[in-house]
């Protein structure tokens, strides 16, 4: 029979809990579980440790893999012991990754440790401790640069861990997680070699979500990779003509041009990825592939340029296989290296100026005339049209807007972020119109891009 000590502690442990007083909560849990440990105690002191955090945790996660042993099928101990080593090591070290700080090797260990233990601990499918387990792992794996364990992941956390349930996040749609499932296994795929597979692979996918940009561009990437770039320079051509601002896109097309043996188009694209708005940090490697291309384009001056821009930010932000890139190429090309680090911002000015011929970015030609106009930044940018959604597909993150007076054009959840209230059919609205190719026709279409309301 349980203990009358025991019960109290524990009722004083859930109003505690009711209260917001979570460390006063888990004193009592612990106190409760002394007197008479059971799997339910042990449960509540596991989540209870968890909303106290710090040193709490590692604890709490000492006594819930006491308590597995002792009662090994139950489902909350499990879950709570999962959410643990969640909480101590995979969402810790995600957050340190993200701010910026590398992951050393002892840290991604004990991260590749956690989430084992997390994959042999038989909880359901789609419990949600497994998903963030998953997520979190392809994450620090991809800082780890350590690929295979990505497609270790696939095989401990199958599709249906991950749920369909598309997320917000700072005012944008993200996709969801079962849609970045099949993205971070086709990534991985084609990380580790497995060209043929990967274009399998992503095939899937883009029938599984055909509206996804990211899962179009992955296919693109994998018919690049086996060796089939014609195909890979259209299907980026029409991403980039439905995303135009989206430097990764040009990035991608200089390298499939590249590869297709159109230098000039190649180093056209590379140079509108440069000349993208945004943050240039990201975009370093194609300022050293730049460069190479200036300098056998006969444009000394902006390779030398460009690779000073690339060795600014390298040393800007202790990149030392950046510095140690940028340096050597400064070398082949005989290029005298400054005595001291030129500002980045001061030199971005510099190397914009010699990223165009009379005013103009050296790239390829915009949209068709008549379709578009200049914004202020100098991007491309479609004239709006009004027109109504007809369809919208909230489980799979896409619709249609019917155009006044004109055809019907495909739309994208992260198009429609500047709806209140998110796509509503029948709801009327004002877009822009730019070309776009439809995969399932294998033909050329249209898309409708930046939804706002038609006042």
């Not at 998953?134 to 994450?139: C, I, Q, T, Y």
């Not at 997320?167 to 993205?183: D, F």
């Not at 590379?270 to 993208?276: E, I, K, V």
């Not at 690779?307 to 202790?318: E, Q, S, T, V």
Request: aromatic share 8%; proline share 6%; hydrophobic share 40%.
């Amino acid at each position: 029979m349980t203990q009358p000590g025991a019960r109290a502690l524990g009722a004083e442990a859930d109003a505690l809990a009711a209260d917001g007083d979570w460390a006063g909560a888990l004193g009592r849990a612990c106190e409760a579980y002394q007197l008479e440990p059971t799997a339910f105690r042990a449960s509540m002191i596991l989540r209870t440790a968890r909303r106290v955090g710090g040193d709490a945790v590692p604890g709490a996660l000492t006594l819930g893999r006491e308590a597995l042993a002792r009662w090994p099928g139950d489902e909350w101990l499990k879950r709570g012991v999962a959410w643990c080593l969640w909480s101590v090591w995979l969402k810790r070290h995600d957050q340190q990754v993200k701010n910026g700080h590398p992951l050393s090797p002892q840290a991604w260990s004990d991260v590749q440790d956690a989430i084992r233990e997390v994959a042999g601990l038989g909880l359901p499918e789609g419990d949600p401790a497994r998903e963030q387990a998953f997520l979190a792992g392809a994450r620090l794996a991809k800082a780890a640069s350590d690929w295979r364990f990505v497609l270790d992941l696939v095989d401990w956390f199958p599709a249906g861990t991950c749920s369909l349930e598309a997320r917000r996040h700072e005012g944008r749609v993200l996709p969801s997680p079962r849609e970045q499932w099949w993205g971070w296994w086709t990534r991985a795929l084609l990380s580790t070699g497995r060209h043929g597979e990967a274009l399998e692979r992503s095939r899937e996918a883009v029938a599984a979500f055909p509206g996804s940009a990211g899962l179009m561009r992955l296919e693109a990437l994998a018919l690049q990779a086996n060796g089939r770039h014609g195909e890979a320079v259209q299907a980026l051509s029409s991403l980039l003509a439905r995303q135009p601002r989206q430097w990764y896109l040009a990035a991608d097309l200089a390298t499939a041009h590249e590869a297709a043996g159109n230098r000039r188009e190649a180093l056209d694209h590379a140079l509108l990825c440069l000349a993208m708005p945004g943050p240039i940090e990201g975009r370093i490697r194609v300022m050293e592939q730049v460069s190479t291309w200036l300098v056998e384009a006969g444009r000394a001056g902006a390779a030398l340029e460009t690779c000073l821009l690339a060795w600014a930010i390298a040393r800007g932000n202790g990149w030392e296989r950046r510095i140690r890139a940028t340096e050597a190429l400064m070398a082949r090309h005989g290029w005298d290296r400054p005595h001291q680090v030129p500002r980045v911002g001061d030199q971005l000015r510099i190397a914009r100026s010699h990223w165009s011929q009379n005013g103009q970015p050296v790239s390829r030609s915009g949209p068709p005339p008549g379709e578009a106009t200049n914004s202020a930044d100098g991007a491309p940018e479609a004239k709006r049209r009004k027109g109504t959604i007809s369809q919208w597909h909230a489980d799979r993150g896409f619709g249609f807007v019917k155009e006044l007076g004109g055809g019907l054009h495909f739309f994208m959840a992260r198009d429609a972020r500047a709806l209140p209230a998110g796509p509503v059919v029948g709801q009327k609205v004002t877009c822009r119109i730019v070309p776009s190719f439809d995969r399932k026709k294998g033909k050329e279409s249209t898309a409708a891009q930046d939804l706002r309301p038609d006042a």
